[in-house]
């Protein structure tokens, strides 16, 4: 009886196995093959399968296209919903232009990997799953995204080909990571149409090797909404890039990550979150530092940024370097702050690069300013002790709350025009006092110092603004000081023409007031004045 009941058991066995076969060979798992456009039907259609290899059709496979396919270059996506797993140019040295507007294909990866060549995708690309996009060419994209994708998108261009470009008209859907060294170019409106595109974009280039990770934006809406931010990350070795160009304004919020978690400003990483690169162009969002990293940069380098929101760090527990740097000018009408709390939190300004950036909100950063390049003009007001650099120039008609120093070499331009700058500290020259005057208007620059005033070393630059007519009042005063005055300047002051300087001029100012010659010219003048009447 055991010996029939195995039996038995075997037997069931062996249909069982018997069922899964036949199942198997009614069901077949297909894995996917690599499909290749030979172009060998009458028409440009997808759809046809003359136009694949073996002609039959794909079906979730690697589509490919490369030189067996050019004879017909214009591939159709009209008629049908197209879903593959992969889309690929492979070396391929034909250009290609897939699908039309309103068309879609469904992939989850793209593939360019030839040099110099251009591919061109009309249709939509929606992604079914995490997407990759590698590319060592460029790929032009009119539609890209998925409302249903909730994930990160990550594009990944080819590392040995940091000169690689992904240029996209519309986001729609979903998150960009860019994790790349090579140019992700946002050209379209991915806001206000259609697309409404409200995801997040992280902008990581995490390599030491490559530094030009960069996402360039050239539509006031290329970033979507505001409905998400857009990140831009630091630490150690991360060295992406947003750059702003085309004269836009763009109401997009950031975070910049900070940059060199190592704490000292000798060995910052010099990597720069957001560069305008051309164009007169507006940031209006605000910008967060966070991040564990040290250095955030925001830089100009071609035409003005205009920063219209407020800086502030968000971090608990670690202060941060902010850089307004680059070789073109740039405005802050924000405030810049630190964050809410105790002084480990704090923001120190640094100034570099040859442009002027010009602060004109009423800033509360407490950590130190420093304009090592360049010019900084206070129209507004910081509350920081200043230090000027060698080479380097301070300006403004606003108001410095606090100390300010000029080391030799350094310029102290009150007004940046005709003004008033304020010291409520004390301030010690040793560069050049520059100060500007116009004769035809009867005005002239002023440094207002509320504590001790130290000009041992510094040297008085007298600028005439006017149309060259004199300066005709008796007295005019171009610094005061509320403690007191140590020098005078060093060289040979050359002010305007008939007057000299008095150093306590009331006791608290200096002052133009006219020499000696001038005097003796001007008593006999008025008294030859009084001589003619008393004659007549």
């Known amino acids: 009886m055991r010996f029939l009941f195995d039996r038995r058991k075997v037997a069931i066995g062996l249909c069982c196995l018997g069922l899964v076969a036949l199942l198997l060979i009614a069901n077949p798992t297909q894995a996917a093959v690599n499909k290749y456009w030979d172009a060998e039907g009458t028409t440009d259609s997808l759809g046809e399968a003359a136009n694949w290899d073996g002609d039959t059709l794909p079906g979730l496979d690697d589509v490919n296209f490369d030189d067996t396919g050019a004879a017909r270059l214009t591939p159709d996506t009209a008629g049908s919903d197209y879903t593959y797993r992969y889309l690929k140019f492979p070396a391929s040295s034909t250009e290609y232009t897939i699908g039309s507007i309103g068309d879609s294909i469904k992939v989850s990866k793209i593939n360019a990997n030839h040099v110099g060549i251009t591919q061109t995708i009309n249709c939509e690309i929606i992604c079914t799953s995490t997407y990759n996009l590698r590319t060592a060419g460029t790929i032009e994209m009119h539609t890209f995204g998925d409302d249903n994708l909730s994930s990160y998108v990550t594009f990944t261009n080819n590392e040995n080909h940091a000169d690689s470009v992904t240029k996209i008209q519309h986001l729609k859907g979903g998150s960009i990571r860019y994790y790349s060294p090579g140019l992700l170019e946002l050209t379209g409106d991915s806001g206000t149409t259609g697309s409404n595109w409200d995801g997040k974009l992280n902008i990581k280039s995490n390599s030491a090797t490559y530094t030009e990770g960069v996402v360039r934006i050239s539509h006031n809406n290329a970033l979507g909404t505001t409905a998400a931010i857009t990140d831009i990350e630091g630490g150690n070795g991360n060295h992406g890039t947003l750059e702003v160009t085309n004269n836009i304004t763009v109401p997009e919020n950031f975070d910049l990550r900070g940059r060199e978690a190592g704490g000292s400003i000798t060995d910052n990483d010099l990597a720069v979150h957001v560069s305008n690169v051309s164009g007169d162009n507006t940031l209006t969002g605000n910008f967060n530092l966070t991040g564990s990293g040290w250095n955030c940069r925001i830089a100009s380098e071609g035409g003005t940024l205009d920063l219209t929101g407020n800086i502030t760090n968000v971090r608990t527990d670690e202060a941060r370097y902010l850089f307004l740097q680059g ?150 005063v171009f610094a005061k000081y509320g403690g007191t005055l140590t020098g005078t300047f060093a060289g040979d002051p050359t002010p305007p023409p008939g007057f000299t300087i008095d150093y306590a001029y009331g006791g608290d100012s200096i002052a133009l007031i006219p020499e000696p010659a001038t005097l003796v010219l001007l008593a006999g003048f008025l008294m030859g004045v009084l001589l003619v009447r008393r004659h007549k």
């Not at 304020?422 to 110092?449: C, F, K, M, P, W």
């Open 327 to 476: 070789a073109s000018d740039g405005t802050m009408s924000g405030v810049i702050s630190d964050g809410a709390g105790e002084d480990e939190k704090e923001i120190a300004l640094y100034k570099e690069g040859a442009g002027t950036w010009t602060l004109s909100g009423a800033n509360t950063y407490t950590s130190d300013t420093t304009v090592s390049e360049g010019t900084l003009c206070v129209a507004g007001s910081i509350m920081s002790d200043t230090t000027v650099k060698d080479g380097a120039t301070l300006g403004g008609s606003g108001l410095v709350d606090a100390d300010l120093t000029g080391e030799p070499g350094s310029t102290i331009k009150t007004g940046c025009s005709i003004g008033t700058l304020t010291v409520t500290g004390a301030a010690t020259l040793g560069g050049a006092l520059q100060i500007e005057y116009d004769g035809d208007a009867e005005s002239i620059d002023l440094l207002d110092v509320g504590g001790n005033l130290d000009i041992t070393g510094a040297t008085v630059d007298f600028v005439d603004l006017g149309g060259g007519a004199p300066l005709d009042e008796p007295v005019y």
